[in-house]
């Protein structure tokens, strides 16, 4: 089957496909005369394979160590679990630090006002992190303190204690 038929099949692009081929990931197809690359069974099989470890999100340098794997009948069985429990590792890993994104783009959607007003605190943490934050710890600090109106030293604005 040509490389459209094996890519509809196997549900990796035709682009993937010359991809993975280029990186040795897969070996190279066998060209017909014409020169298009021909598919058999085992080649589906292994792009089937490969789909489903993507699908895993597994690392292109990942599913090439489970390929070699996947063919090799004398693997021990504990290290594809090894692999596997590496990747869930990862998995949880990425997992925070996409919840950590979620709650700092939360913050930063509460304080935007959303209004007509070009000052955004989205914009602001985006060009400059650290000082939107900054800006922002002074913000609060400037709300929880009173402002004095007199220029004189804070101890004459104090009775003392009797």
Not at 28 to 37: C, L, N, T
Not at 65 to 85: F, G
Request: net charge positive; with cysteine; charged share 25%.
């Amino acid at each position: 089957m040509n490389i459209g038929q094996a890519a509809k099949i196997s549900g990796v692009s035709a682009k993937m496909i010359r991809y993975y081929e280029e990186i040795g990931l897969i070996p190279q197809a066998v060209r017909s005369d014409a020169g298009y690359r021909h598919y058999s069974s085992p080649d589906l099989h292994s792009l089937r394979y490969i789909r489903r470890a993507r699908d895993l999100g597994f690392s292109v340098e990942q599913i090439s160590e489970l390929l070699v794997l996947w063919r090799d009948r004398d693997r021990a069985s504990a290290d594809v679990k090894a692999m596997a429990l590496s990747h869930v590792t990862g998995l949880r890993a990425k997992f925070a630090e996409l919840q950590a994104m979620a709650r700092t783009l939360e913050q930063l959607v509460q304080h935007c006002h959303g209004n007509d007003l070009p000052d955004c605190p989205i914009i602001a943490d985006l060009a400059e992190p650290a000082a939107a934050a900054v800006a922002e710890h002074c913000s609060q600090a400037a709300r929880r303190t009173p402002r004095l109106e007199s220029t004189r030293p804070l101890r004459h604005a104090i009775a003392p204690p009797r």
